[in-house]
């Protein structure tokens, strides 16, 4: 099975940028559909982007559209979430998960795989 690792978590000032990233080992992630994850202090994890399997489709939450950027480099295994335009509301752990299904599912239960979460603080 493959194993997530998130990096790329900090303090930011709002209006900043901050770039993620969800390092695979175990398996090819290519061949996964990931998603990113968030939960923010008292709240539960919500969808933020995803990425499908082969790249054929990406998608967004309403919040974090037109600010956030899914990729992947499988070179490295390892799929990125670039994030502009910070808002002081974008703060929470930040959460990868990966699944093998085709959909593009924005479903937390249908993401079988997770890593550990990276802290994203957003000072307004």
């Known amino acids: 099975q493959v194993q997530l690792v998130e990096s790329g978590g900090g303090l930011v000032q709002a209006g900043g940028s901050l770039r993620l990233s969800c390092a695979a080992s175990g398996r090819t992630l290519s061949t996964y559909t990931v998603g990113w994850f968030r939960q923010a202090p008292g709240k539960e994890r919500e969808f933020a982007a995803l990425i499908s399997r082969m790249n054929i489709n990406t998608l967004y939450s309403d919040s974090v559209k037109g600010r956030f950027t899914i990729s992947r480099d499988n070179a490295k295994n390892t799929v990125y979430l670039q994030m502009n335009s910070l808002k002081a509301d974008d703060t929470a752990v930040y959460y990868c998960?990966?699944?093998?299904?085709?959909?593009?599912?924005?479903?937390?239960?249908?993401?079988?795989?997770w890593g550990q979460g990276t802290q994203v603080t957003v000072s307004s």
């Open positions: 998960a990966a699944r093998t299904g085709w959909g593009p599912t924005t479903i937390l239960s249908d993401y079988p795989y």
